[in-house]
């Protein structure tokens, strides 16, 4: 039996069906009541009469003076305060006392609706409505350094914006912003809150008009890379995506999950393997010291950067003749239809196609010069010394320790020995197939003076300090490898020698205190990869140099004795330090000073890109760098 409805729940049902529309719905509604009422209290008046005493010769007011009369009642509750007559008092006392509680809550509607409106932009989940932008989508401890660098290459655009898309509170993310880049220069910030994986939230970023995309992997979770994998599917098979290539950069954490990455990213996007470079990077600068600051003055915006610029008429030109046609930027090599030719012969011929690829402080500043001429009689003739079996310590274990060590064995020579001290397995690393170094694991604490004082660390070559970011929050484990560095310290005072020691800090805020230590070198693995990031993110085609420069095959950066250079105390200009690296098969790009090693206000001593018709003398200690093939 069916069951007969009502018009009350009839009446219920539409009132609920009109509530649930919202604010609009429900103003609309209460303007039509609010309208209702003051017409039905108009005609009772005008009906019965209920006027207040009339002058002599005046007649009533019309039905419509009486609704006009009883709307300013009901807006403004001190309009009756002269009626006269009691009928007519009290149908006005009804219309303002109605009028009150309808304006009151009309007034009430519309301060929800604005509340309301005010908290859904907080959240951030307007449309960005910008083109030709920077958008990073994710969020880490990485997020504030990508965001100054692109902020720094972003000062000669005239609308630069740089928009950020996380799951975190928009209100949050622009508050630590502002605290950790608190000068975003002529860039504009813009964040909003969404999942980077779900289509819908990602076109709250409009993807589709940026100029280059960073993808940033999550801090939680056990699975980071299957978080970044999935944010560049929903790029590149989203079905309103635009119709041309996306400019992606993203960090993958594993090497097991490249392959993945690739066949996502296809040709659209370009992973940086974040382990292997700081394990690459890591190894190398254990081996000479400096080299990490190197490696951040190209990569970051504040100084040199590694340009690319067409110069078709050196056609014909030597590698070496465009070298010496440049006096305040320095040629490392060239790109040939889109491959990379780092540090190639000195007489290889450059085509008129051909892009250089220089260093330089700026692309303004790329501009030829009248070639220099070398001073031949400052050209050292010292024989290169052949490399010896190195020792090297390592204080500490981390998951990058394999790939550091598997790195290592291919600079080194044989014969080379690695100790390890860390509370791990002693069998941990028996898998790795090594053809040059012999691993030695012994259990025990890197922090404890009596553990250091112990391995007799003055027999070592090079010593390592890596920090334990599997097991232990950032602060702690970078405290730890403080305590370790300080104990480092008073060893190498005490008994007079000067230890080669490098170590891996995971705060770049903590790198000035551990300044004290006077460790040769810290290599800050987030900053580095945050550097990375964003030099490959304003310029795809450096994805090639950086993944040549930081692999062991080809052509790498190395700080080499001066004296293998150039003469000992004899003032030469850099134009004989090229000449002088030309005769190696090398290419000269900058000195470090030992005089400044330890001064971090002179950059560790280290210069990139120096003017070639200055004039500098070189003595014990001081380095060249180089490019070389080994």
Same mark, same amino acid.
């Given at each position: 039996?069916?069951? $007969?409805?009502?018009?009350?729940?009839?009446?219920?049902?539409?009132?609920?069906?009109?509530?649930? *529309?919202?604010?609009?719905?429900?103003?609309?509604?209460?303007?039509?009541?609010?309208?209702?009422?003051?017409?039905?209290?108009?005609?009772?008046?005008?009906?019965?009469?209920?006027?207040?005493?009339?002058? +002599?010769?005046?007649?009533?007011?019309?039905?419509?003076?009486?609704?006009?009369?009883?709307?300013?009642?009901?807006?403004?509750?001190?309009?009756?305060?002269?009626?006269?007559?009691?009928?007519?008092?009290?149908?006005? @006392?009804?219309?303002?006392?109605?009028?009150?509680?309808?304006?009151?809550?009309?007034?009430?509607?519309?301060?929800?609706? #604005?509340?309301?409106?005010?908290?859904?932009?907080?959240?951030?989940?307007?449309?960005?409505?910008?083109?030709?932008?920077?958008?990073?989508?994710?969020?880490?401890?990485?997020?504030?350094?990508?965001?100054?660098?692109?902020?720094?290459?972003?000062?000669?655009?005239?609308?630069?914006?740089?928009?950020?898309?996380?799951?975190?509170?928009?209100?949050?993310?622009?508050?630590?912003?502002?605290?950790?880049?608190?000068?975003?220069?002529?860039?504009?910030?813009?964040?909003?809150?969404?999942?980077?994986?779900?289509?819908?939230?990602?076109?709250?970023?409009?993807?589709?008009?940026?100029?280059?995309?960073?993808?940033?992997?999550?801090?939680?979770?056990?699975?980071?890379?299957?978080?970044?994998?999935?944010?560049?599917?929903?790029?590149?098979?989203?079905? *309103?995506?635009?119709?041309?290539?996306?400019?992606?950069?993203?960090?993958?954490?594993?090497?097991?999950?490249?392959?993945?990455? *690739?066949?996502?990213?296809?040709?659209?996007?370009?992973?940086?393997?974040?382990?292997?470079?700081?394990?690459?990077?890591?190894?190398?600068?254990?081996?000479?010291?400096?080299?990490?600051?190197?490696?951040?003055?190209?990569?970051?915006?504040?100084?040199?950067?590694?340009?690319?610029?067409?110069?078709?008429?050196?056609?014909?030109?030597?590698?070496?003749?465009?070298?010496?046609? #440049?006096?305040?930027?320095?040629?490392?090599?060239?790109?040939?239809?889109?491959?990379?030719?780092?540090?190639?012969?000195?007489?290889?011929?450059?085509?008129?196609?051909?892009?250089?690829?220089?260093?330089?402080?700026?692309?303004?500043?790329?501009? *030829?010069?009248?070639?220099?001429?070398?001073?031949?009689?400052?050209?050292?003739?010292?024989?290169?010394?052949?490399?010896?079996?190195?020792?090297?310590?390592?204080?500490?274990?981390?998951?990058?320790?394999?790939?550091?060590?598997?790195?290592?064995? $291919?600079?080194?020579?044989?014969?080379?020995?690695?100790?390890?001290?860390?509370?791990?397995?002693?069998? @941990?690393?028996?898998?790795?197939?090594?053809?040059?170094?012999?691993?030695?694991?012994?259990?025990?604490?890197?922090?404890?003076?009596?553990?250091?004082?112990?391995?007799?660390?003055?027999?070592?070559?090079?010593?390592?300090?890596?920090?334990?970011?599997?097991?232990?929050?950032?602060?702690?484990?970078?405290?730890?490898?403080?305590?370790?560095?300080?104990?480092?310290?008073?060893?190498?005072?005490?008994?007079?020698?000067?230890?080669?020691?490098?170590?891996?800090?995971?705060?770049?805020?903590?790198?000035?205190?551990?300044?004290?230590?006077?460790?040769?070198? #810290?290599?800050?693995?987030?900053?580095?990869?945050?550097?990375?990031?964003?030099?490959?993110?304003?310029?795809?085609?450096?994805?090639?140099?950086?993944?040549?420069?930081?692999?062991?095959?080809?052509?790498?950066?190395?700080?080499?004795?001066?004296?293998?250079?150039?003469?000992?105390?004899?003032?030469?200009?850099?134009?004989?330090?090229?000449?002088?690296?030309? $005769?190696?098969?090398?290419?000269?790009?900058?000195?470090?000073?030992?005089?400044?090693?330890?001064?971090?206000?002179?950059?560790?001593?280290?210069?990139?890109?120096?003017?070639?018709?200055?004039?500098?003398?070189?003595?014990?200690?001081?380095?060249?760098?180089?490019? +070389?093939?080994?």
């Amino acid at each position: 039996m069916i069951q $007969q409805v009502t018009w009350r729940e009839r009446f219920k049902y539409w009132f609920d069906n009109v509530m649930s *529309r919202g604010a609009p719905a429900m103003m609309v509604l209460l303007g039509l009541a609010s309208l209702l009422f003051i017409a039905l209290i108009a005609a009772i008046v005008s009906i019965f009469g209920l006027f207040p005493p009339l002058e +002599a010769g005046a007649s009533a007011p019309t039905f419509w003076e009486v609704l006009w009369g009883n709307l300013m009642r009901t807006l403004d509750s001190g309009t009756m305060g002269g009626d006269e007559g009691w009928g007519f008092r009290v149908a006005m @006392l009804v219309v303002t006392i109605g009028g009150v509680i309808l304006v009151a809550s009309l007034i009430g509607i519309i301060s929800s609706a #604005f509340d309301s409106k005010v908290d859904e932009l907080r959240k951030g989940k307007s449309r960005v409505l910008e083109t030709d932008h920077t958008l990073i989508l994710g969020w880490n401890a990485q997020v504030f350094a990508v965001i100054s660098e692109i902020c720094i290459a972003n000062e000669s655009r005239k609308r630069a914006v740089i928009v950020v898309l996380s799951e975190h509170d928009k209100v949050e993310m622009e508050e630590q912003i502002r605290a950790r880049v608190p000068d975003a220069r002529r860039t504009r910030i813009i964040c909003r809150s969404g999942d980077p994986m779900d289509l819908t939230d990602l076109e709250i970023a409009n993807p589709h008009t940026a100029r280059s995309i960073v993808i940033l992997a999550p801090t939680e979770g056990d699975d980071p890379d299957a978080t970044v994998i999935k944010t560049a599917l929903a790029l590149t098979n989203n079905p *309103r995506r635009k119709a041309g290539a996306y400019h992606i950069v993203a960090e993958i954490r594993e090497e097991r999950n490249l392959e993945a990455a *690739r066949l996502v990213g296809r040709d659209e996007a370009h992973w940086v393997l974040a382990a292997d470079l700081i394990s690459r990077i890591t190894v190398q600068t254990c081996r000479q010291s400096g080299l990490s600051v190197v490696y951040t003055e190209l990569l970051d915006f504040d100084g040199d950067e590694i340009y690319f610029s067409p110069q078709p008429d050196l056609s014909g030109k030597s590698y070496f003749e465009a070298q010496l046609a #440049f006096a305040e930027c320095s040629v490392i090599g060239y790109s040939r239809a889109g491959t990379v030719f780092l540090n190639p012969s000195s007489d290889a011929k450059l085509e008129g196609s051909d892009e250089l690829i220089l260093i330089a402080s700026d692309d303004s500043a790329i501009s *030829r010069s009248n070639p220099g001429t070398p001073d031949l009689s400052a050209i050292s003739d010292v024989p290169a010394i052949p490399a010896s079996a190195e020792r090297t310590l390592v204080l500490g274990c981390n998951a990058q320790l394999g790939v550091m060590l598997s790195e290592l064995d $291919q600079y080194v020579s044989i014969g080379s020995s690695v100790l390890i001290v860390a509370d791990i397995d002693e069998n @941990l690393f028996a898998h790795l197939s090594l053809e040059r170094v012999q691993i030695t694991v012994q259990r025990g604490d890197p922090t404890s003076r009596a553990v250091l004082d112990d391995l007799d660390v003055a027999q070592y070559h090079h010593i390592i300090v890596l920090a334990n970011k599997e097991s232990l929050a950032p602060q702690q484990a970078d405290a730890r490898t403080l305590v370790t560095l300080l104990h480092l310290r008073d060893i190498a005072d005490r008994v007079g020698i000067d230890m080669n020691v490098v170590s891996e800090m995971i705060d770049h805020r903590n790198r000035e205190l551990a300044e004290v230590t006077k460790a040769d070198d #810290f290599i800050v693995s987030d900053k580095l990869i945050s550097l990375m990031l964003s030099q490959i993110s304003e310029n795809k085609q450096l994805a090639s140099v950086f993944e040549q420069l930081f692999s062991s095959h080809g052509s790498e950066i190395y700080l080499r004795p001066a004296e293998w250079y150039v003469k000992p105390d004899v003032s030469v200009n850099f134009y004989t330090v090229l000449e002088a690296a030309r $005769q190696r098969g090398e290419t000269a790009i900058g000195y470090r000073l030992n005089a400044h090693a330890r001064d971090a206000k002179s950059a560790y001593g280290v210069t990139v890109n120096p003017s070639k018709s200055g004039m500098q003398r070189f003595g014990a200690g001081d380095k060249i760098i180089v490019l +070389a093939e080994n």
